[in-house]
């Protein structure tokens, strides 16, 4: 049987998985909004697995003789400066779920909740993954930036030939 404190975390992390899906839900539709095709995707896919999460956490709960109860979802934002500002929020937004992840993994060692430390160990390596892709992402888009910047460079340089 789940107790009440490792109970009222689940169903915290409930919320948070089910921000995280809204969350990229926004930012899909604002790459939508942008013409970007395959970032919209890629958030798409996001969304879904947050839900995935969401109802991992559900049905663990039911699992232990628990009661989920959900709560109100935060607005995510709606707008955004540029590609690489989504992507670092990405980045962030997964650094600060890997850390809710390891306090409810803490919860369980304390409360000696072996099941729960089980079920756990899967999202300590998702959350691996999940940051490795979203930094991977972030040093792609910066590499890019970085090209455009070369670029604007020269054609300041270029914009010159003739002056000296
Ligand atoms: Fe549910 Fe992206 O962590």
Redesign the pocket.
Known sequence: MLNKAMQDAMNEQIN??MF??YL?LSMAAYFEDKNLPGFAHWMRV?EA??R???MKFYEFILERGGKVTLKAIDAPGTEWTSTLEVAEE?AA??AK??SS?YALYELALQEKDYPSQIMLQW?IS??VE?EKNAAEIVANLKLIEDRGTAVLMLDHRLGKRGDD
């Open positions: 948070k998985e995280s899906s990229y996001q697995e947050e995935e999460h969401a990405v937004h997964e779920v890997t992840i999202f998702e959350q999940e």
